[in-house]
């Protein structure tokens, strides 16, 4: 009766040459399997990416050998299940081919029992070459659909079902991965098929929610079965109802009659319930958050909202981009899924967007965004390039579509299924579309099209919005510059070679992408780099930077900004700086602009290998200093410095639907730390609150212009809030060299780290060779007020402070 799981060894052999034959995890890849057989070099070090481009050049079998016991050979139907097998792939029992698939983002479920022998059964995977059925794919289409050219090494990506970054992205490398990244099942039935559960929340004026179960099981045998299904409260109690199999509609539902409500982090908890459906030895089990979401897109004067609503409360999204975990998907664990997530809501996001040329993601990930409160922006996945309207392309990509829907609609964190990422913005970019506009277009809406009735039909009680960037319901403008209607992709500074104060500029309604690299950090460039490479136009260094032209704006926009960095830690370290600063002028501006802004997700979260790239955690799980920034700029409660018109402005912003109690100070400082004025402040922030406390004319500044730099503290119920404003670029003010010191103490919860200066100290970072983070990092350091930080990690004193290096911006030059 019971599931057979064919996970754990396989073995790996090379079509080419059999001379290669290694094991293989399943879940996993070819790639991580050849380099834990010693049969490649780490493809993440040096230049070796170029040294394994043969791996994919190469159709590989998988192969494994299992029992299969006299209980599962009793029942009449066997199933074979499969899911995320990448990509092109021929499934064989005993050597009769039962499966051929080529979509790695569907599910796929076959009867295999003819096929079953007592005693040692064989199940064979061979894994086709994906670049080859790709141009043969290509040549096949009636007209040219120009594939990701510039982000993809490989060409013509888009006509197959991968993961599109896997030939490679501005930030990724080219490994073109294949394997089997999910359980490879094998389930009896005996009488009933259950292959899914679905829930719908119908809440009553009452205030009660009413959760409708929709079932999927299909009868194979003629005993009739009973399906029990049992919702468990987060507080443990229980009920429970019984439906028969083999009624139409198989539908059954719950009354709860005081719900639990689920919120986005930082606006409430996470209650879970636990639903359990069995039938026939099978199990289907989910966690579900009860919430009502809405998108409110209603048109106001500046044009029109992109506001996501949670139980009648307006949100303020804030977070990241997400990519692939790791290039090599063998290597993505749960235990990362975790800690990644985790370092997002520590700084204070509460929305991720899954970006549309990676991957849907793993269940783990939406379970985890579940539990940490974190909505999800998903992406169906189509990136950067156009996509063929075939018939054959459209059946496939509905039933990829139609499974993924039905595999993550009852995530309650999942907030918005968007079609595409900048598909709609790249009809505009390559030389064929270019000059026949019309015909793409209406290849774009026969692909688009599908993907909206798909997600309408699965998933009615969630919006579908076109593309991301687009500015509504069919409204296909430029939204990388409207920044009145829908959400946007603001690129001018990176990618157009704009100064930050570009991001005063525009006034988002939702930004969904805009970002600034930085190199990492240097205990991350020892990962991949030997000191003969530690320069940023070494070789190695070029191979781990993958836009074009990415040193160059890095080093160029240094020259507008700060002093030249004296050597590489401090190039490093400054290019970190200036990325935090990038972001945060961006973040802190919008937020200002509440309620007319109402989502700030920056470019990106993660990386998946040792990369420079927009991101603000390293491959390593290092907190780059952005990150740290990050956690200070979407705090429920800030306050920023605003330019406004002849003066500077001191906002202060409370996210929560609450009041809070304030109090602080602005002070300007000279570069002594000596106090030239103070302002008290002490007020009430009502909820989702956006007040201006303090302004100080722009002609008082400019009479001492140079002379200082503006400093807020304020209280909010125990929280230190502080932020700094400069009147000028940091390479015209006369910097003091403080020296900042640093001691470690042993605290209650581990070690603490206080830091004191004699002067002023600004950006002053914390960096350590180890694992673990601090609670704090890349503030600024007043002489007069001592920073007490928590090492997070499980380092002893000793090893911490040998792996510390501290870091500030005066000794850049
Ligand atoms: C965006 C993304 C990615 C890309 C990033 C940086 O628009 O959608 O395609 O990696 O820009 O260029």
Redesign the pocket.
């Given at each position: 009766m019971t599931q057979l799981i064919l996970d754990g060894e396989w073995t790996l052999t090379s079509l080419a040459d059999d001379s290669i034959v290694a094991p293989i995890q399943i879940p996993g890849d070819v790639h991580s399997a050849l380099l834990a057989a010693d049969k490649i070099p780490d493809p993440y070090y040096g230049c070796n990416e170029t040294d394994v481009q043969w791996v994919s050049e190469h159709d590989w079998l998988l192969t494994k050998s299992f029992e299969a016991d006299s209980s599962t050979l009793e029942a009449p139907r066997v199933d074979l299940m499969l899911s995320m097998v990448d990509t092109v792939a021929s499934i064989a029992v005993n050597g009769e081919v039962v499966l051929l698939c080529a979509n790695m983002f569907r599910e796929y479920r076959v009867d295999v029992r003819p096929y079953l022998k007592q005693g040692e059964n064989i199940l064979t995977v061979t894994l086709k070459r994906a670049d080859i059925e790709a141009k043969a794919r290509a040549e096949r289409l009636p007209f040219p659909v120009p594939w990701a050219v510039g982000?993809n090494q490989i060409p013509h990506m888009n006509t197959l079902r991968k993961t599109q970054c896997h030939a490679g992205?501005?930030?990724g490398i080219c490994l073109l991965a294949s394997g089997i990244y999910d359980s490879v099942k094998l389930q009896p039935i005996h009488n009933v098929a259950l292959k899914g559960v679905r829930t719908a929340q119908q809440w009553q004026s009452n205030g009660q929610c009413d959760l409708t179960l929709s079932i999927d099981a299909e009868v194979v045998g003629t005993d009739s079965a009973a399906i029990e299904c049992v919702l468990t409260s987060p507080c443990g109690e229980s009920q429970s109802t019984i439906i028969a199999a083999d009624v139409e509609p198989l539908t059954c539902g719950f009354t709860i009659t005081h719900p639990e409500r689920w919120w986005p982090t930082g606006y409430g908890s996470q209650p879970l319930y636990s639903l359990t459906v069995s039938v026939d030895g099978q199990r289907v089990t989910k966690r579900i958050g009860l919430r009502e979401l809405h998108l409110d897109t209603t048109p106001d004067e500046a044009g029109s909202a992109l506001t996501f609503v949670m139980n009648g409360k307006a949100i303020m999204s804030k977070g990241a981009?997400w990519i692939p975990l790791d290039a090599m998907p063998g290597l993505q664990t749960p235990e990362r899924y975790r800690q990644l997530l985790e370092d997002a809501k520590a700084a204070n996001m509460n929305m991720i967007r899954v970006?549309g040329?990676g991957m849907y993601e793993r269940d783990c990930f939406y379970e985890l965004c579940d539990e940490l409160g974190l909505m999800v922006w998903q992406d169906l996945m189509f990136?950067?390039a156009l996509y063929p309207s075939t018939p054959e392309f459209l059946k496939d990509v509905e039933l990829e579509v139609a499974y993924q829907v039905r595999r993550l609609s009852d995530h309650a964190s999942i907030a918005l299924w968007c079609g595409d990422?900048?598909v709609i913005g790249a009809i505009g970019w390559y030389p064929e579309s270019r000059t026949n506009r019309e015909k793409y277009v209406v290849n774009y809406d026969r692909l688009n099209r599908v993907l909206q009735e798909v997600v309408e039909r699965e998933d009615p009680y969630r919006r579908f919005w076109a593309s991301s960037p687009c500015n509504g319901e069919l409204d296909f403008g430029d939204a990388w510059h409207d920044d009145n209607k829908g959400d946007m992709?603001f690129?001018d500074v990176?990618?157009s070679g704009k100064s930050f104060d570009a991001y005063h500029t525009v006034k988002p309604r939702f930004c969904s992408?805009f970002?600034y690299q930085s190199w990492p950090s240097l205990p991350t460039v020892k990962t991949f780099a030997s000191e003969a490479d530690w320069n940023v136009t070494s070789p190695t260094f070029e191979q781990h930077q993958k836009?074009g032209r990415g040193n160059s704006i890095m080093t160029e926009m240094f020259t507008r900004y700060f002093r030249f960095p004296k050597d590489f830690a401090q190039m490093l370290y400054l290019s970190q700086v200036q990325q935090a600063l990038a972001i945060k002028t961006a973040s802190e501006y919008w937020r200002a602009n509440k309620p007319l802004c109402r989502g700030i997700l920056y470019?990106?979260l993660n990386d998946c290998w040792p990369v420079s790239s927009?991101s603000s955690i390293e491959y390593t799980g290092r907190w780059k200093q952005l990150h740290y920034h990050a956690k200070r700029f979407f705090d429920a409660q800030a306050a920023v410095f605003v330019e406004e018109q002849d003066a500077l402005a001191l906002r202060l912003i409370n996210d929560e639907h609450r009041n809070v109690h304030v109090r602080g100070q602005v002070t300007w400082y000279d570069w002594q730390g000596e106090v030239i004025d103070t302002w008290p402040f002490e007020t009430k922030l009502g909820e989702d609150d956006n007040q201006m406390v303090w302004q100080c004319d722009r002609e008082v500044i400019d009479e001492r212009k140079h002379q200082g730099f503006f400093h807020v503290v304020m209280e909010c119920e125990g929280k230190e809030i502080t932020n700094t404003w400069f009147d000028d670029v940091y390479k015209r003010l006369p910097l003091p060299k403080a020296s900042v010191d640093v001691e470690i103490i042993e605290g209650m919860d581990g070690l603490q780290l206080v830091l004191t200066s004699d002067l002023p100290a600004f950006f002053v970072h914390l960096e350590f060779e180890g694992e673990g983070r601090f609670s704090d990092s890349s503030f600024t350091l007043m002489p007069c007020s001592p920073v007490t930080v928590n090492f997070e990690g499980s380092a002893d004193a000793e090893t911490l402070k040998a792996g510390l290096r501290l870091y500030q911006l005066s000794e850049t030059f």
């Open positions: 982000n992205w501005d930030w981009n970006w040329g990136a950067c990422n900048e992709h690129w990176w990618h992408e970002g836009n470019w990106q927009w």
